[in-house]
Antibody, heavy 119, light 106 residues
């Protein structure tokens, strides 16, 4: 059973960089066919897909967010990460990491990490 | 961008009711449509993908239908554990979610 766990600071100052890590257990992060995703949920709002990285290292981002987002993969530590630059209060959200299998929905999720952007 | 629109936004219902949630896509997504259930403080849970495929462990009272631009999630006999918020999501072109339907106790 795959498990995902987000980690990172819960408070970030405006204009700084938000960094989150997702640690994967129970399966290889190098498994072919999977995409490793970041999704966020604004307070009291719906879900917004941020982007994903393949086991090969290829990345794809939500076009509306792409300019400030970077997803990277560390197979040796079984982790993938998200960096968001120049954050504002509008980036305050619960950030989830999630796994998508082949031709499926997001079938495994982390528990979520609340990140607040405030001075 | 493919926009996903759910209706209704809020659905009051009682235990035992049959309920249906609708999701419309701004353009065809074929069958690349998933449904999720989310409870307060929890991550979403995948219920259905490929429009009609029920995930392992999901009760059979849940069912998905549709293709193209119009989809439905039906709960045949509402149970107390089903009161939650439900989201549809397309994965035809990138990924976008509907705004959610809150299923609440009448």
């Amino acid at each position: 059973q795959v498990r995902l766990q987000e980690s990172g600071p819960g408070l970030v100052k405006p204009s700084q960089t938000l960094s989150l890590t997702c640690t994967v257990s129970g399966d290889s992060i190098s498994s072919g066919g999977y995409s490793w995703n970041w999704i966020r949920q604004l307070p009291g709002k719906g879900l917004e897909w941020i982007g994903y990285i393949y086991y090969s290292g290829g990345t794809y981002y939500n076009p509306s967010l792409q300019s400030r987002m970077t997803i990277s993969l560390d197979t040796s530590d079984h982790q993938f990460s998200l960096r968001v630059t120049s954050v504002t209060a509008a980036d305050t959200a619960i950030y989830y990491c999630a796994l998508r299998g082949i031709n499926s929905g997001f079938d495994h999720w982390g528990q979520g990490a609340l990140v607040t952007v405030s001075s | 961008d493919i926009q996903m629109t759910q209706s209704p936004s809020t659905l009051p219902a009682s235990v035992g009711d049959r309920v249906t949630i609708t999701c419309r896509a701004s353009q065809s997504v074929s069958v690349w449509l998933a449904w999720y259930q989310q409870k307060p403080g929890k991550a979403p849970r995948l219920l259905v993908d490929k429009a009609t495929s029920l995930q392992s462990g999901v009760p059979s009272r849940f069912s998905g239908s549709g293709s193209g631009t119009e989809f439905t999630l039906t709960i045949s006999s509402l149970q107390p554990d089903d009161f939650a918020t439900y989201y549809c999501q397309q994965y035809h072109t990138y990924y976008t979610f509907g705004q959610g339907t809150k299923l609440e106790i009448k």
